[in-house]
């Protein structure tokens, strides 16, 4: 990586620690630490299947507001208080600045991540008393979460490059609910025919594909994961980061901050 | 090239080069994914549940659970599976949020009730569903049809069926039809004439493609029967007339002043095994056939067709 890339990178990293955003690990321990006390009492049988839903979907939706609330604010926030200028008149390109900023949110949530992830083994282990070969599925669940928050990342980037933090806010996370539910966008597509087949064939490909990314159900049920699904997931998820940083290149490169 | 035009070139190729490597890997990724679970997972089976969780937003989620009621079935279907267990509950799921949506209780007669493969198996259920319909909408005459034709096809209760025609032909702006099929339900329910008419109703009645496509497939098949009925009935007398039992096709058509040998809907003859008996030469084409199948035959999964050939 470049320099100047790494330094934007590691000051957005230090500026979001500084913003306290890694204290939502103690709403997170709290949270998970309450729930494997409780479903010991209250679940029967199911006690380890609760905490890793409960566990990891709450790693998903925590990181998810992360990255796009800090996201959304990466360029608005440099704007409005003309640091960008500051950053800018030296020898920084706007293409750097984007792509710094991009690494600097997701090592963020790599941090963040790590350490909740230590809070649902934590909790894990508390319910089940020890760890079996299956529990490894766990990693896999959490890297596609990873992948998820490089997609949501870079999306909140594209909107902030050319919108307000509040629209920016509602395109990112409208288009989290819709990728979410991009298998059925394109179920519903293969019944529609002619013109509208092809724009709505389009408009599920277009939008990203978290379904793919959630494999946390069948991870609580121990189902295995090809690495295929691994491998083809992680190639579409730096793709699709790549296509969205793009357009914020693209975008940030021609606006006019004067 | 200055600096933002040489950006501009790589940030656009690098989009495009993205943007189709993600739809070509996409569709990798649904291949390899493990489909059958998502398809047979519905996380809250409960109508009521679902109704209070829609926050007042019924409508619209009613129309997501029955998009995804058709999604399920026709995929499934597709894929020539033999079970749709998710079938009954995503309908009442569907018709407690929109207890107004017709095409779900019209799917529910033709899908839910019909024994696997060609549907869930549960005539009860569609029953249930057919009668908290009727009782929701007391105006919609076709709701009636819809329960007479599960009594009709499914439990063979003619009884049941005749009272609920007459009940829907009092419907005002009932289709005549349905005073009809009350009237035929008495003598003649086993008529091909009446099944004709009861899935000839049902074909002109719904817009909904996979309900054509199964009403098509039964008029296809009654006709088969209705031909391996009149065949067999030709070679009876041939042999009262020969005394030995015909040798080909062509000697019944002969003997009947047939024009050609007779032939099935897709154009295939009708064959004659060396004991008389009239078979049908493609029976995997023809799924809900009675009449004229190999012995020991196994129907396959049915598989529609979009027009009666």
């Known amino acids: 990586m470049n320099s100047r890339i790494f330094y934007i990178a590691s000051n957005t990293f230090r500026e979001a620690v500084r913003d306290r955003v890694l204290y939502n690990l103690i709403a997170f321990a709290l949270l998970l630490s309450g729930a494997a006390v409780l479903v010991g009492q209250i679940s029967i049988d199911i006690e380890k299947l609760v905490v890793i839903n409960l566990g990891l979907t709450a790693v998903s939706l925590f990181g998810i507001v992360i990255a796009i609330f800090i996201g959304i604010g990466l360029v608005s926030k440099e704007i409005e208080k003309r640091t960008l200028y500051t950053v800018l008149s030296h020898p920084v390109r706007r293409w750097e600045f984007i792509v710094g900023k991009f690494f600097g949110l997701a090592g963020t949530l790599a ?43 870079s999306l909140a980037l594209l909107f902030s490059s050319f919108s307000s933090p509040l629209l920016s806010a509602v395109f990112a996370f409208s288009l989290f609910v819709i990728g979410s539910f991009a298998d059925d966008l394109r179920g519903f597509a293969t019944l529609t025919h002619g013109i509208t087949h092809w724009i709505a064939t389009g408009a599920a490909y277009l939008v990203p594909n978290f379904s793919a990314l959630n494999v946390v159900t069948a991870v609580a049920h121990e189902q295995p994961i090809s690495g295929q699904l691994v491998l083809q997931n992680t190639l579409y998820a730096l793709f699709y980061t790549a296509m969205a940083l793009s357009g914020a290149v693209l975008i940030f490169d021609r606006r006019n901050l004067k | 090239m200055n600096s933002q035009r040489r950006t501009t070139i790589l940030a656009t190729a690098c989009m495009v080069v993205s943007l189709c490597a993600c739809i070509l890997l996409l569709q990798r990724i649904d291949r390899i994914r493990p489909r059958e679970i998502a398809d047979d997972t519905l996380y809250i089976s409960s109508p009521k549940m679902v109704r209070r969780a829609s926050l007042g937003f019924d409508g619209l989620m009613a129309c997501i659970y029955w998009t995804r009621t058709v999604q399920y079935f026709g995929h499934r279907h597709f894929l020539r599976e033999r079970s749709y267990n998710e079938l009954g509950p995503l309908l009442e799921v569907t018709t407690a949020l929109d207890p107004h949506l017709y095409p779900a209780y019209q799917f529910g007669a033709t899908f839910l009730a019909p024994a696997p493969p060609n549907g869930a198996g549960q005539p009860d259920r569609a029953i249930r569903l057919m009668r908290y319909g009727i009782k929701n909408n007391p105006d919609n005459w076709q709701l009636y049809y819809n329960l007479g034709f599960v009594y009709y096809t499914e439990l063979k209760d003619y009884g049941h069926a005749a009272e609920v025609f007459a009940q829907g032909s009092q419907v005002p702006g009932a289709h005549p039809f349905m005073k009809i099929l009350a009237a035929q339900m008495a003598q003649h329910a086993e008529d091909f004439a009446t099944a ?17 496509e199964n009403a098509l497939e039964h008029l296809r098949a009654l006709q088969v029967d209705e031909d391996v009925t009149n065949l067999q009935n030709a070679v009876t007398r041939f042999v009262q007339a020969n005394g030995r039992i015909p040798t080909s096709p062509w000697e019944i058509a002969a003997a009947e002043h047939l024009q050609g040998i007779p032939v099935d809907p897709d154009g295939n003859p009708y064959e004659l095994s060396t004991d008389g008996e009239v078979l049908v030469s493609q029976p995997d084409e023809f799924p809900f056939i009675t009449k004229g199948t190999p012995p020991g035959y196994k129907p396959g999964p049915p598989k529609f067709h979009t027009k009666l050939r």
């Open chain 1, 111 to 153: 941090v963040n991540t790590f350490f909740m992830a230590i809070g649902v083994f934590a909790a894990l282990l508390y319910v089940a008393h020890r760890f079996v070969a299956a529990d490894s599925l766990i990693l896999v669940a959490l890297y596609f979460i990873i992948l998820q928050f490089l997609i949501v990342c």
């Open chain 2, 196 to 212: 004709r008419l009861l899935w000839t109703a049902a074909y002109q009645s719904t817009k909904e493609t996979q309900i054509r």
